[in-house]
DNA sequence: TTCCATTTGTTCGTATGTATG
DNA sequence: CCATACATACGAACAAATGGA
């Protein structure tokens, strides 16, 4: 079952030398996770399937079990494994980024984790008008088009409403701050879906901040985007 | 030095018996790390503090020292401790939100984790002029101080520099924001400490900017505060 | 500067407890 | 009940980093 993990490369023990005389230190522990989170990521294990065992893996690689609990439990913190006594240790998931984020904002109030939210929007609209280019605007144009289109629907407007902004976010090109939006943006849709029932605004003239929002950023306007994303959040 | 340490209460072994039949598992690591987290919590190690070595933490609690080190190692990945391998165990943050970020951003470009970390900043001053108190006021002016004074050591330098803005983002009063600018900040700096050091401009005007940044949190101008704050990045 | 004691880092072996199927 | 699999804990040894003599 197993015959393919034959084949991994053996891990060397101790320090790895390199160029001239800095030494870089690479646990054994860290170079099983490593291995085992680009197996993960290579398709190796699939999300949901059951990884080997500790004493498979105690082959595999060819250290102690220590060694593969400290790296098995790595990857839990991480999220990418779940480990589950007397049964075995799954894939959770492939993506190392939003596992943890739940955990973490299960302590603080909605209205600082909403405030954040709003914060980094404005300033992913602002980076937006500077770095989109013609293939963010279409899209944020399209997203556009199917927000205005639904009116009476609240959840699939809170959901074009998202996209919407989802699309702004990949505009700005920037990894970590897509990533922590739409971390924060999925939670907050989990626990509210109101944003636009308290608005004191009428439709269309949250249609139309948008449209200027929009605007600010297809003309590349990086004041006019964030002072737009700010009234939109002022609501 | 430890006395008051030893009145610790033994700590129990093996399980703990509920009412009824149910049995609550409650590790030593675990009744460990608890017990260090609270005498952090109520102030017996405060933050910057070296807590005992391992050897005295095994004496303390009559564990041995890989249960310690379980122990030391989750409060660190909570972000509560900070090891220093051949010094000591410090105290990071009575805070046990920031959990490790460190690994999540370990794939993301140092250009983009930069980046997001310069768009808190901007967003973090603006929220902090609107909501800083007195106190808040004193602890930015004092960073500040301390700021100006050191020049020529560069690693004293980035720590002040940082200091003072983690005291702007203390003054935002929103927890996941500052507990986000401060996982970046300390990620950041283990990763480059050099952003003066390519700075344009000479140590005199960014001083001055610094001074302008804390006066409008002081005055309670959020738009001059978030200018400031981007002409500091801007350099 | 070198040397050395201290402190944490990594890995192993071993034993025993607990949960699952 | 039992074999399997993971959980916890102890002890030991050596490596590596730090700070001070």
């Known amino acids: 079952m197993f015959n393919e993990l034959a084949s991994v490369k053996k891990i060397a023990k101790g320090c790895v030398n390199m160029e001239d005389n800095s030494v870089k230190r ?9 291995k085992l989170e680009a197996m993960i990521e290579s398709g190796d294990y699939k999300v949901g399937e059951k990884i080997p065992t500790e004493p498979q893996l105690m082959e595999i690689f060819q250290v102690s079990r220590n060694t593969i609990r400290e790296a098995v439990k790595s ?8 480990v589950k006594q007397g049964d075995g240790t799954y894939v959770r998931s492939s993506d190392r980024f939003d596992a943890n984020m739940k955990q973490k904002y299960a302590q603080v109030s909605l209205k600082d984790i909403a405030e954040a939210r709003n914060s980094i929007e404005v300033t992913i609209s602002r980076i937006a008008a500077i770095r989109r280019n013609e293939d963010d605007i279409e899209q944020i144009a399209e997203a556009l088009r199917k927000r205005k289109g639904l009116k009476e629907n609240i959840k699939e407007n809170t959901k074009a409403d998202i996209d919407f902004h989802m699309c702004i976010a990949e505009a700005s090109h920037n990894t970590i701050l897509i990533d922590l939006y739409r971390s924060i943006s999925y939670y907050l849709e989990e626990q509210i879906a109101e944003r636009h029932m308290v608005s004191k605004l009428k439709v269309e003239e949250i249609d139309e901040l948008h449209e200027k929002l929009f605007l600010a950023i ?8 964030e002072m737009s994303s700010r009234d939109i959040l002022d609501i």
């Open 26 to 34: 690479y646990p054994l522990s860290k170079q099983v996770s490593d």
């Open 75 to 82: 990857l839990t913190w991480a999220g990418v494994l779940e």
């Open 218 to 225: 297809k003309e590349g306007k990086p004041d006019m985007a």
